[in-house]
């Protein structure tokens, strides 16, 4: 268990809907970050947040908002979704700028269908 | 762009051979680290570096930063089985935010 917390593990949904991914950092870190993996592809940056604030925005599509809270858990919002959007969607956290490192969830595999 | 080029893309060996991968850029890095990732899991982080020259060593894994910081090499002694995964190093940009993923090495260790 890494202490990163993300739900739910698995999601198939249909083309056209919306969907809430949740993640829970580990404890006393303030950055939260968001990456989609597809398959045989790399980890493409979606989007950070740092105690509450949008720090660093990457690819995100403009379907996809992200938002974290005063708790410090932050939820990926993915609508209007297509059969591209299939992918591994990975949360990780740090204390503040990643110089350490991160620490990745075991990610939502989430199904457009 | 910032890029972090991984070489090679994939290498398949045989249990207790010995391999490099390596990781490049044209781009000064504060920090570097290397993740392992197994299929359906998220990365797992292995080390990190942020001397330049530095090098660090975790039982067979030895881990390498380049003396200008723009590379790095990861050799692993007498590979293993569950050395099996994806190898991605990744890096923080200086006076940034930004923290960029290479391309991977998919490893496959043959018993």
């Known amino acids: 268990d890494s202490g990163v917390t993300q739900t739910p593990k698995h999601l198939i949904t249909a083309t056209g809907q919306r969907v809430t991914l949740r993640c829970s950092p580990r404890s006393g870190d303030l950055s939260v970050y968001w990456y989609q993996q597809s398959l045989d592809q790399g980890l493409q940056f979606l989007i950070q947040?740092?105690?509450?604030?949008?720090?660093a925005k990457g690819n995100i599509l403009e379907r996809f908002s992200a938002q974290q809270f005063p708790d410090l858990h932050s939820e990926l919002n993915l609508s209007s979704l297509e059969l591209g959007d299939s992918a591994l969607y990975f949360c990780?956290?740090?204390?503040?700028?990643?110089?350490?490192?991160?620490?990745f969830g075991s990610g939502t595999r989430l199904t457009v269908v | 762009t910032q890029l972090l080029e991984q070489s090679p893309q994939f290498l398949s060996i045989q249990e207790g051979e010995n391999l490099t991968v390596y990781c490049n850029s044209s781009s000064v890095f504060s920090s570097l680290q290397w993740y392992r990732q197994e299929p359906g899991e998220g990365p797992v982080l292995l080390v990190t570096?942020?001397?330049?020259?530095e090098v660090k060593k975790l039982k067979r894994l030895t881990f390498q930063f380049g003396d200008a910081r723009k590379d790095s090499s990861l050799h692993i002694t007498a590979a293993q089985p569950g050395d099996t995964g994806l190898y991605l190093c990744?890096?923080?940009?200086?006076?940034?935010?930004?923290?960029?993923f290479g391309t991977g090495t998919r490893l496959k260790v043959l018993a």
């Open positions: 990744a890096g923080a940009l200086p006076g940034t935010y930004k923290y960029i």
């Open positions: 947040y740092y105690n509450g604030e949008e720090r």
């Open positions: 570096v942020v001397t330049g020259g």
């Open positions: 990780a956290s740090s204390s503040g700028t990643g110089y350490y490192g991160y620490t």
